[in-house]
């Protein structure tokens, strides 16, 4: 595809403006419904993380009219806060959504932003899946044509292209017209930020946070009549070069409408990084073959790419490190046959015997794995070894999660969150989103006021 002759943000912002929701396939309508019930799910099972109540705590004595809701709290700021603190909630345990060509989690900037604009405009369910699914595929259409090298260079995508696709969608919400959604990009091409160097640090939850309410910043400014370049994402000096790359434009622009990224987006059986989940699934198929001699494990190798490598070879010195640790992962599933919420928390974190094996456990470069498959083979003391090769992992595009599965997921985590009284009403809330007028009744059983 040759250059242009508008800029990237002008066809991206008149896809945003133009794309009318009867064009929009159904499947992929109730695509967007999933990943909204993971992201509140998900949101709601940490209500009463520190890592939360520490942000509303740090937000509220500066918010506005308190107009937004926030998921599993009482509590309501301003739609900018509430932006930021639902985004971090659903985002925190690196429990929610991936895109895995790009590595982005794909819904919880954009619907963190979409739902604090909607409710506070008294807008519609049907108008805030349509904008969430609009924002949702820009995001991964940007993060598309920089990857793997933006992240590979230490970029955050998740946050970094998050704030494209929460502009994108506040300003279809806003009912801005092809310039001021273009305009509104470009605005958010200048508030994008994240750092992997941070990722286990709570400076992540910052980037996560402001990506949805810089994105939602940026559609207001163009609102009220702010400017932006035309080239601001592709440009000579602009977002994509300055962070390290000449942006692939037929990766982000072609086939718009058409062509959706987003469905090739996926679910989280469990609260790690996605790279990990077929090394989990590897070692429980293990744990089972094995069955009691399990306790006699002299050594665990896992084989896999640079990228599983690169995300979690570490030392494990905290939870978040847990999650995202080929060692800590290996040996939870190993030892407990199970891998939820609890295994990757301070008390899994410093059980002796998990400590213990996460030091048996040795990966090994396999230039030949493709992304996202695994091999790990087990040795026992006795001279017995297993082997289990895993290519495609439970959750992902070939062995997707079903409705009902998202479903157990979601009241798993509202049990976590302390609410599970509710998960039903919820649920069936999230499923008849398209039909709900105002957000009113969702929003009001995600904080427990319904």
Known sequence: MQQPERGAGEVLGAFVADTDPGAIAPPLRHEAKRALLNFLGCALGVSRDPAV???????????????????????RLDAMGAAFVNTVAGNLLDYDDTH???????????????????????????????????????????????????YARGWHITSTCGVFGAAAACARLLGLDAAGCATALGIAASQSAGLVENLSYGAKNVGMGNAARNGLLAALFAEAGYTAAPTAIEGKLGWARAMGDVPRLPDMLDGLGERWEFARNTYKPYPSGIVFHALIDACLALRERLGAAVGGIESVTVRGDQLLLDRGDRVVRTARDSRVSIHHGAAVALLRGRAGVPEFEDGAVWDPAVAALRGRVRAVLDDAMPRGAVAVTVALANGRSETVRVEAARGSLEQPLSDAELEAKFRDNAALGGTTDAASAQIAAVWGLEEAGALGRLLGLMAGRA
């Open 53 to 75: 109540t520490t942000a509303i705590g740090v937000l509220r004595p500066f918010s506005g009219a308190a107009t937004a809701t926030l998921v599993g709290q009482a509590a």
């Open 100 to 150: 895995l060509a790009t590595v982005i989690h794909p819904t919880a900037a954009v619907a963190g932003a979409a739902l604090a604009l909607a409710e506070t405009r008294g807008l519609p369910g049907a108008a805030l899946l349509h904008a969430f699914l609009l924002g949702a595929e820009v995001e991964c259409r940007i993060g598309l044509a920089v990857s793997p090298g933006h």
